[in-house]
T-cell receptor, first 117, second 114 residues
């Protein structure tokens, strides 16, 4: 069982370059999320999706774009990378909450470590 | 503003000893509280999820408690092992959060020494 798979695992970019991070899940989950994790801070939500073809902004969306063309994939794009975007990026997925019940766990990938010089 | 605060930031314990991690939150309206374990270089893995009506939940040597009145939770690790060295993250869900979004604490880094 692969669960949530993120590619690439590591990447170094120069300021101004663009790239796309890929997240794939094989659990047939409706909801998918992109987070960034910085030293000393909790995970912060960048964008999320509640189903194929839908996306929404999270807490820190500026400088990022996302797409959910297929249910199993969630892509995170950096159009013009900046040093402030150096971080570890995590993708997560979860099932759709039942009415009044929100205790579905989020399943995380192992992250993409991105350095921007 | 919804917030989750954890203490201590880090701690060192000897193998075989017990320890307790603390979490205070201001998330409202409350839905559930989760504890995740994050090994170095890996993604977080769910340990427990507790709803409003649950006071305690165990997962092996991990026991989480919840006091919804004081908005506090603790995670107790019994008879620690070297493999318990990790960051432990307290996470709270709000009933009103669109997309079932979560609020994460900054984590407690635990180092178990032989």
């Amino acid at each position: 069982n692969a669960g949530v798979t993120q590619t690439p695992k590591f990447r170094v970019l120069k300021t101004g370059q663009s790239m796309t991070l890929l997240c794939a899940q094989d659990m047939n989950h409706e909801y998918m999320y992109w987070y960034r994790q910085d030293p000393g801070m909790g995970l912060r939500l960048i964008h999320y999706s509640v189903g194929e073809g839908t996306t929404a902004k999270g807490e820190v969306p500026d400088g990022y774009n996302v797409s959910r063309l297929k249910k199993q994939n969630f892509l995170l794009g950096l159009e013009s990378a900046a040093p402030s975007q150096t971080s570890v990026y995590f993708c997560a997925s979860s099932g759709r909450p039942a009415e009044g019940v929100r205790n579905q766990p989020q399943h995380f990938g192992d992250g993409t470590r991105l350095s921007i010089l | 503003k919804n917030q989750v605060e954890q203490s201590p930031q880090s701690l060192i314990i000897l193998e075989g000893k017990n320890c307790t991690l603390q979490c205070n939150y201001t998330v409202s309206p409350f839905s559930n509280l989760r504890w995740y374990k994050q090994d170095t270089g890996r993604g977080p893995v769910s340990l427990t999820i507790m709803t409003f009506s649950e006071n305690t939940k165990s997962n092996g040597r991990y026991t989480a408690t919840l006091d919804a009145d004081t908005k506090q939770s603790s995670l107790h690790i019994t008879a620690s092992q070297l493999s318990d060295s990790a960051s432990y993250i307290c996470v709270v869900s709000s009933l009103k959060a669109a997309g079932n979004k979560l609020t994460f604490g900054g984590g407690t880094r635990v180092l178990v020494k032989p």
